[in-house]
C-alpha cells in the first residue's frame, strides 16, 4: 500500500473520531436541558451517523488538504441549523437533528459546487485575458519603432508635415 495513501486514510479515521466527539459533545449540550438523562440515548447513535456521514463526505468532496476545513464548516452550519430548528422553531428532537443534518450539509455542498464553478470561470476568464493580451503586443510592436535612426526620421517627417 501506498504511504501516502495509508496517511490519508488515517487521518480520515481521526477526523471520524473527531467528528463523532463533536458531534455527540454538541447534540448532548443542546438536548439534555430538555429531555434530560435520555439525551445520551439520541446523542449516541446520531453523533455516530452523523461523524461518519460527514466525515466521508468531506474525504470525497474537497482536495485532501482542505478536509479538516470542510469538515469544520459543515459541522458549524449543522449546529446553526440544529439551534434554529430545536430552539427557535421548536421542532422534535429527532426531526431537528435530522432537518438539521441535511440543511447543514446540503448548504455546504452547495456552495463547494457553487465555489467550483466560480473558480472554473475564473480561470478560463485569465487564460483568455492572457491569451489577448499575448497577441496584442505583436501588434504593437509593429506599428512602435524599434531603433533611435528610426525614431528620428519618424521625428522629420512629423516636422517637415506640419511645415507644409
Not at 449540550?29 to 456521514?53: E, H, K, M, N, R
Not at 488538504?65 to 441549523?81: D, H, K, P, R
Not at 487564460?127 to 528610426?150: K, W
Request: some cysteine; glycine content about 4%.
Amino acid at each position: 500500500m501506498d504511504i501516502n495513501a495509508c496517511g490519508f486514510w488515517q487521518e480520515v479515521l481521526i477526523l471520524v473520531i473527531v467528528s463523532m466527539l463533536a458531534y455527540f459533545c454538541f447534540l448532548e449540550q443542546l438536548l439534555v436541558g430538555d429531555i434530560g438523562t435520555s439525551a445520551i440515548a439520541l446523542s449516541l447513535p446520531f453523533s455516530y451517523v452523523l461523524g461518519l456521514q460527514s466525515s466521508m463526505a468531506s474525504s470525497t468532496m474537497v482536495k485532501r488538504q482542505f478536509i479538516w476545513l470542510y469538515a469544520a464548516i459543515q459541522f458549524s452550519f449543522v449546529v446553526i441549523f440544529a439551534h434554529v430548528f430545536y430552539d427557535l422553531i421548536c421542532i422534535h428532537p429527532v426531526l431537528a437533528i435530522l432537518l438539521a443534518t441535511f440543511a447543514g450539509c446540503g448548504v455546504v455542498m452547495c456552495a463547494r459546487s457553487v465555489l467550483v464553478e466560480v473558480l472554473r470561470l475564473r480561470r478560463r476568464w485569465v487564460a483568455r485575458s492572457n491569451n489577448q493580451a499575448d497577441s496584442e503586443p505583436v501588434l504593437h510592436q509593429e506599428t512602435q519603432p524599434t531603433s533611435s535612426s528610426h525614431v528620428q526620421t519618424e521625428i522629420r517627417n512629423v516636422e517637415a508635415s506640419s511645415g507644409n
